[in-house]
């Protein structure tokens, strides 16, 4: 695991793949009967799972629990938690982390958990879809079936795009990584998405507000 620990604890999952000055995102892979250590949340995060799992939390002042994670749930958590997760389960566990370095705009209101499950579980179809949305981010879930491309869209927000299935390549010829990457796109970048290739490409992106 990655070595950043605070205070004796660990750190909030199993590797830091992409950070800049307002995001830090984490990928979590859990094989079954992995403990990701106690741990310490010090930022807003968010959570989208790619391949689920029983997950049993313990925390320091609660009682222990299991959470059913299915593949595409998406959660916001703020800040303050601490807690352990193990893979109680057979399979592979693995979620992407997103933590938001930026503070939370002065005139916005306090974003609490929210959970959003509507699609959890479910095989993507091929589109674009908002899963979750606050005061400090906007969840979007991109799919796109091979020969498919998007329309270029100008962003309003600042948003880091991390790669679930596939690759994918810009309509200007700009190369996009497989699975597992990441790309930040700057507030007013024009982008558009085509899969040239023969499997399926999504991706999930987190806008900043």
Same mark, same amino acid.
């Given at each position: ?7 004796? @604890? ?36 968010? @959570? ?18 299991? @959470? ?57 179809a091929p589109g ?32 880091? @795009? ?13 190369g996009e990584p ?32």
């Amino acid at each position: 695991m990655a070595q950043e620990t605070q205070a004796g @604890l660990g750190p909030v999952a199993t590797r830091v793949i992409f950070e800049n000055g307002d995001v830090k995102v984490w990928e979590m892979d859990l094989a079954p009967g992995e403990l990701c250590a106690m741990h310490r949340h010090t930022m807003d995060y968010v @959570l989208y799972i790619l391949e689920g799992a029983p997950i049993g939390v313990e925390s320091p002042d609660g009682k222990p629990f299991t @959470l059913k994670m299915k593949p595409r749930a998406t959660y916001f958590i703020p800040a303050g938690g601490v807690e352990s997760a193990r893979n109680v389960g057979q399979s592979r566990f693995r979620e992407v982390l997103v933590e938001i370095k930026r503070p939370a705009r002065a005139d916005a209101n306090p974003s609490g958990f929210c959970a959003s499950e509507a699609v959890a579980g479910q095989e993507p179809a091929p589109g674009a879809i908002t899963i979750l949305e606050n005061e400090r981010v906007r969840v979007s879930e991109l799919t796109l079936a091979p020969g498919a491309r998007t329309e270029p869209r100008r962003f309003s927000h600042d948003a880091v @795009l991390y790669v679930a299935e596939g690759s994918s390549v810009t309509p200007g010829g700009e190369g996009e990584p497989a699975a597992g990457s990441v790309r930040w796109i700057a507030r007013g970048a024009s982008e558009a998405f085509a899969n040239g290739n023969a499997g399926r490409y999504r991706h999930v992106m987190v806008e900043l507000r």
